[in-house]
């Protein structure tokens, strides 16, 4: 009997104990839709940012370019958004360049579902600078364009939040944008066949950079080869939405900084390499100007007597001091114009 009472008691204090209030619910762990890595100070801090772009061709960043980009940030909270990769801007920002801030953060979105997330949300609007890595510039697209981060980015860039990006980061900074929905083109597919599935440009509402409103960016300009394919984008912006529009371009190693006033600062390692950027806009001395062929599965003729395209050539320096402004496209310091034309699919200088 005494054995008999004992196995009850411990039935019961086990019944007692799976029936306790601490035990009733179980907590289903959370499962977060994003990354984040933290370095520097957990209080924000409010600075008056300068506002301004950066643009990188995506190879390795540039040193004084990103100390621009620091210094516009008035000493406040950087953020790194990104849909791949981890945290190798954190430190390089934080230390390395010797620009002091409050914080870098790095966010990367595991997918679409982040793009509500309050905590991503508040980072936005409390951030004094934000820069968007390379990767796939349709996941930025496909993530956030028409929901509350694109909004908030938005904002943030009217109050004068420096904004950046290298790769895909720069390709979605204009008001035009090549979305790759479909993949990537290369120059030759793009010049052969204008209306390739690939040649994905939209002007759909994204980023709003007000200097960049008529404008398409590409990067990477010397490997691969992009000259082409941007020329065909703008081919099709003129076809498709009736714009005049302008192209921007990087090589791998060249950065653009935009200003406040619309001035393009241009960086690199010029004369030890031939890093290059490219203000491209089609001439406006010849009336309607536009393709002469332009059609499916066919090549591209955009000659215009060999004028079609004027293109101002600058070479990026440590210094930064080659400029280039975008409020009337005509003015440069340090750089040389060209024209460009298209040939029976193959564009020529």
């Keep these: 009997m005494k054995i008999l009472a004992i196995t009850f008691l411990l039935i019961l204090s086990a019944c007692s104990s799976e029936n306790s209030p601490e035990n009733s619910v179980r907590q289903t762990p959370v499962v977060k839709n994003y990354m984040s890595y933290f370095t520097g100070n957990n209080v924000d801090k409010i600075t008056f940012p300068q506002g301004g772009i950066c643009l990188m061709g995506g190879a390795t960043e540039n040193d004084q370019a990103m100390k621009w980009f620091l210094q516009r940030a008035g000493g406040g909270d950087i953020l790194i958004l990104r849909t791949s990769g981890s945290d190798g801007y954190n430190s390089y920002l934080y230390t390395s360049l010797g620009i002091t801030v409050n914080s870098v953060e790095t966010i990367v979105f595991k997918n679409a579902k982040a793009n509500t997330d309050k905590y991503i949300l508040d980072k936005i609007n409390n951030a004094e600078a934000i820069w968007f890595a390379g990767g796939d510039q349709w996941e930025y697209i496909s993530y956030w364009r028409n929901t509350p981060i694109s909004e908030a980015i938005n904002k943030a860039i009217k109050r004068k939040v420096v904004v950046g990006g290298t790769s895909a980061g720069m390709a979605i900074q204009g008001g035009f944008y090549f979305s790759a929905q479909n993949g990537t083109i290369t120059s030759q597919e793009a010049l052969l ?13 994204f980023l709003d950079n007000a200097i960049l409103k008529d404008v398409i960016t590409d990067t990477h300009y010397d490997n691969p080869d992009r000259k082409g394919r941007q020329v065909t984008f703008l081919a099709r912006i003129i076809n498709d939405y009736k714009v005049q529009a302008k192209g921007i371009a990087c090589d791998e190693y060249t950065s653009i900084c935009i200003d406040e006033k ?25 009336p309607d100007n536009k393709p002469e062929i332009f059609k499916p599965n066919n090549p591209l003729e955009w000659n215009q007597g060999q004028a079609a395209i004027n293109v101002y050539e600058i070479k990026g320096t440590s210094s930064g001091s080659n400029t280039f402004n975008l409020n009337n496209w005509k003015d440069g310091d340090g750089g040389v114009w060209k024209k460009w034309f298209v040939e029976s699919g193959k564009l020529k200088e």
Excluded at 262 to 281: H, L, Q, T
């Design 193 to 205: 066949n204008p209306f390739d599935s690939k040649m994905t440009v939209s002007n759909d509402p």
């Design 262 to 286: 619309g001035i393009a600062r241009v960086f690199g390692n010029y004369p030890s390499k031939e890093d290059v950027a490219y203000f491209i806009v089609p001439n406006s001395e010849i």
